[in-house]
């Protein structure tokens, strides 16, 4: 079993590209999670997914969408990519016990 | 809303006992969680606390006080390889789901 997967692991953007973050679970979760970690800090909320069909906002939504595909995917895009959006991203499913994806370097230029 | 404190850092030797402490103020308090993470690395889920008292994992023990709003994760027989950072991190019950809310983390240093 792999997990969670997420791809890519690095990525540089310009300002104003826009690009997909996919990820998806062999875990078979209801719940999904994506989060934003920047340096120091901890992870905040971006948006989630209780189940397939269903996306809702975390802490820090603006700038971002989602996509419930099917249960094992749930992909994050940056429509319009900003400097303030270089962070590491790290997918997530799971309810009391959350497995993380490897994450995704970002940076923004 | 919800907040979460934390030491920002914490330093021991090998061989010896830390305890890594977390206060949190929450409306919706149903459960509190540890994860370990190194550096470059991503989360990963250490222990989950919903009632009080004492949670044993080998070498790691979580503790839950919820009338004090506290919890904190205990490490003993720590390892060079122990040294990662460690966040606490409480589920949001207010929509009715199991959001987590983290902490900003403690990063702990093992010397030998």
């Known amino acids: 079993n792999a997990g969670v997967t997420q791809t890519p692991k690095f990525q540089v953007l310009k300002t104003g590209q826009s690009m997909t973050l996919q990820c998806a679970q062999d875990?078979?979760?209801?719940?999904m999670y994506w989060y934003r970690q920047d340096p120091g800090m901890g992870l905040r909320l971006i948006y989630y997914?209780?189940?397939?069909?269903?996306?809702d906002k975390g802490e820090v939504p603006n700038g971002y969408n989602v996509s419930r595909l099917n249960k094992r995917e749930f992909s994050l895009r940056l429509e319009s990519a900003a400097p303030s959006q270089t962070s590491v991203y790290f997918c997530?499913?799971?309810?009391?016990?959350?497995?993380f994806g490897p994450g995704t370097r970002l940076t923004v230029l | 809303g919800q907040s979460l404190e934390q030491p920002s850092e914490v330093t021991a030797v090998e061989g010896a006992i830390v305890q890594i402490n977390c206060t949190y103020q929450?409306?919706?308090?149903?459960?509190l969680s540890w994860y370990q993470q190194h550096d470059g690395g991503a989360p990963t889920f250490l222990s989950y606390?919903?009632?009080?008292g004492l949670e044993e994992t080998g070498r790691f023990s979580s503790f839950l006080s919820r009338s004090d709003s506290y919890g904190y994760l205990l490490l003993q027989e720590l390892q060079m390889k122990d040294s990662a950072s460690y966040f606490c991190?409480?589920?949001?019950?207010?929509?009715?789901?199991?959001?987590?809310?983290f902490g900003t983390g403690t990063r702990l240093l093992v010397s030998p």
């Open positions: 997530a499913g799971g309810g009391d016990e959350q497995f």
């Open positions: 875990m078979n979760h209801n719940s």
């Open positions: 997914s209780a189940s397939e069909g269903t996306t």
């Open positions: 929450t409306s919706g308090f149903y459960g």
């Open positions: 606390n919903a009632l009080d």
């Open positions: 991190a409480v589920r949001d019950q207010n929509t009715g789901f199991q959001k987590l809310v």
